[in-house]
């Protein structure tokens, strides 16, 4: 049972590139998230899927898009990536909006 | 002023002691309540979960809510050098889900 998945697990980019972080989930989970972490500001939602179909805004969206793939899979795609993107991303899921969240191991990004 | 306050640390204690930890919030919204313990480079791993006020005790750890002062608190008991990490408090309501900055803790032999 690998629970959250999430790739790359490292990647570089030049500002203004772009690509897209993966996230997949065999709990068969209702809600997914994306969160950033940047050093002493925690964890922050970037973009959350309540459902199959429907996505949501959280804190700090500027920049980012989400897709629900399907049930399982939940992707965030920097369209132009900047150096304040530079971060750790975590991808969690919880069986519903009142469930407890688990977490994927992150993707460690940087933009140069 | 942020939605989730944590005591930054960082705290280091010998071996054996009780640590405690803490966090306030100004929400009222939020009814659900974690914590978890985050490894260098590692994700996040959930070790409490609880919705309502009073006490939840697992093995060594127990987790304190007080809604009516909106502050809870995690207390760590016979504290071992594996317990040395980041631990976050989180707090729900519905799919928006609120973290503290973190408490990086180490426990010394």
């Known amino acids: 049972n690998a629970g959250v998945t999430q790739t790359p697990k490292f990647q570089v980019l030049k500002t203004g590139q772009s690509m897209t972080l993966q996230c997949a989930q065999d709990?068969?989970?209702?809600?997914m998230y994306w969160y950033r972490q940047d050093p002493g500001m925690g964890l922050r939602l970037i973009y959350y899927?309540?459902?199959?179909?429907?996505?949501d805004k959280g804190e700090v969206p500027n920049g980012y898009n989400v897709s629900r793939l399907n049930k399982r899979e939940f992707s965030l795609r920097l369209e132009s990536a900047a150096p304040s993107q530079t971060s750790v991303y975590f991808c969690a899921s919880s069986e519903t909006g009142y469930t407890e969240a688990f977490f994927g191991q992150g993707t460690r990004l940087t933009v140069v | 002023q942020k939605e989730v306050e944590q005591d930054p640390g960082p705290l280091s204690v010998p071996e054996g002691a009780i640590v405690s930890l803490n966090c306030t919030y100004s929400?009222?919204?939020?009814?659900?309540f974690m914590w978890y313990r985050q490894y260098s480079r590692k994700g996040p791993e959930l070790l409490m979960y609880t919705y309502s006020s009073g006490n939840k005790e697992d093995g060594r750890f127990t987790a304190q809510v007080d809604k009516s002062s909106k502050y809870i608190s995690l207390f760590i008991r016979d504290s071992q050098p594996s317990d040395s990490a980041t631990y976050l408090c989180?707090?729900?309501?519905?799919?928006?889900?609120?973290f503290g900055a973190g408490t990086r803790l180490t426990v010394k032999p």
């Open positions: 989180a707090m729900r309501y519905n799919n928006d889900m609120r």
């Open positions: 709990m068969n989970h209702n809600s």
């Open positions: 899927s309540a459902s199959e179909g429907t996505t």
């Open positions: 929400n009222s919204a939020f009814q659900y």
